[in-house]
C-alpha cells in the first residue's frame, strides 16, 4: 500500500516541485501602455477587442489602454514614457519629430482619408467656386492644412477667397449656420449631422479623399529607441492589435458592446457607436483593399503628407522618410498571423 500509493509527506514533496517547476518556466507580462487619440469609442475598437479577447496575453502582453482627450498630446505621453505605443495622425507625428522628438511610425491602421467638407444644399454651396467668401469650418492644430489642401487644389486661393473659422468638437456651429462649410469625418461628425434629422439628400459632400491630397491619419507610433530596444514586443504588440481589427471586422456587434463597456456612461449611444465602427472599418480596409494588408504602411501617402505638410509649413524642413517610419515591424507582424 505504501509502496503504491507513496506517503502523504512524499506526495506533497513531489506537488511542490512540479509547482515550482511550473512556476519557473512561466515568464510574466510584459506592461505595455497604448496611449489612444481621442476618448474611447469605436474608432478604436481593434485595440480594445485585442484586450477583451486576450490577443494582447497570448502575445506575452499585460496591455493597458490609456483614453486621450482634447487635452492629451499623445507624442509626448509617449517621448516622456508615459505611454510605450500611442495612436495619432501621421501629420501631427510629422510635426513632433519636426521638434525634435524621436518617434516613428510602425504600423498604418487607417489607409485612406476619413475628412469631409459638407454644406447644406440650402446654402446654394455645390461647388467649390460657390466657396468663395464663405466661411469654412476646420479644427485647428494641424488638422487644418489637409483642407487647405484640398481648397486650393480646388482653384482656391485659402488665404484670399475663403474665411477659415476654427471648428469645435461638436456640429452646433453647423447647425446654427455660423459655418457656410463644415469638417466632418466619414465615421463621427457626418452622422452626428444626419442624427440630428438632417437627411444625406439635403448636404453637399466633398471628399478630400477624391482630391488626391488626403493626409495619413490613425497610426501607431513609438519612440525610436524603444523599436530598437524592444522589436519583438513591437512586432507582437502590432500582431495583436490587427487581430482585434481583423475580429472586430467579423464580429461587429460584439467589437461595439466590448467598445461601450469603456465609453463614459452617458457620452454616446450603442448606434452612434454601431455606426462608428461600420464607417471606420471602411478606412482600415478601403474597398479593393487586400485584408493581408491591413496595418501596412503606404510610402506613397506617407510622402504626400509630408509633402502637404512641408507646403504648408506644418514643419519646418523636409521630412527623413527614413526615419519616420519602420515599415519592417508590421511586416514581419503580418508573417506570423
Not at 82 to 93: F, M
Not at 116 to 141: C, E, P, R
Not at 223 to 228: L, M
Amino acid at each position: 500500500m505504501v509502496s503504491a500509493c507513496g506517503s502523504p509527506k512524499a506526495q506533497e514533496s513531489s506537488s511542490t516541485a512540479g509547482t515550482a517547476t511550473v512556476a519557473a518556466t512561466t515568464s510574466p507580462l510584459a506592461k505595455l501602455k497604448i496611449q489612444l487619440k481621442w476618448v474611447p469609442q469605436a474608432q478604436f475598437a481593434g485595440y480594445y477587442v485585442a484586450k477583451e479577447k486576450g490577443f494582447y496575453k497570448d502575445e506575452g502582453i499585460d496591455a493597458t489602454i490609456i483614453p486621450g482627450g482634447p487635452d492629451v498630446i499623445m507624442e509626448q505621453q509617449v517621448s516622456n514614457g508615459a505611454a510605450d505605443i500611442g495612436i495619432t495622425g501621421i501629420d501631427s507625428l510629422l510635426v513632433n519629430i519636426d521638434n525634435g522628438l524621436p518617434l516613428e511610425s510602425i504600423a498604418q491602421i487607417s489607409q485612406t482619408s476619413s475628412n469631409l467638407l459638407i454644406s447644406k444644399k440650402s446654402s446654394g454651396i455645390d461647388s467649390f467656386a460657390k466657396m468663395k467668401g464663405k466661411k469654412i469650418g476646420s479644427w485647428m492644430g494641424s488638422q487644418q492644412f489637409q483642407i487647405l489642401a484640398f481648397l486650393e487644389k480646388e482653384g482656391l486661393n485659402p488665404k484670399q477667397d475663403i474665411s477659415i473659422v476654427k471648428q469645435g468638437f461638436t456640429m452646433d456651429q453647423f447647425f446654427n449656420n455660423q459655418l457656410d462649410v463644415a469638417s466632418a469625418t466619414t465615421y463621427n461628425e457626418y452622422h452626428v449631422v444626419l442624427e440630428s434629422g438632417i437627411k444625406p439628400e439635403d448636404l453637399n459632400v466633398f471628399r478630400v479623399e477624391d482630391g488626391g491630397l488626403a493626409m495619413l491619419e490613425d497610426a501607431i507610433f513609438a519612440k525610436r529607441d524603444w523599436v530598437k530596444n524592444h522589436r519583438d514586443l513591437a512586432v507582437k504588440v502590432v500582431r495583436a492589435t490587427l487581430k482585434g481589427w481583423k475580429y472586430a471586422m467579423d464580429h461587429q456587434d460584439e467589437a461595439v458592446d466590448i467598445v461601450m463597456n469603456n465609453v463614459q456612461k452617458g457620452s454616446t449611444t450603442r448606434e452612434h457607436q454601431v455606426t462608428m465602427l461600420k464607417e471606420f472599418l471602411k478606412l482600415v480596409k478601403p474597398d479593393g483593399f487586400p485584408a493581408d494588408k491591413i496595418g501596412t504602411i503606404p510610402e506613397d501617402k506617407f510622402k504626400t503628407t509630408a509633402d502637404i505638410a512641408l507646403k504648408y509649413g506644418l514643419i519646418k524642413k523636409p521630412t527623413d522618410l527614413t526615419t519616420a517610419y519602420d515599415k519592417t515591424i508590421v511586416e514581419d507582424a503580418m508573417k506570423s498571423q
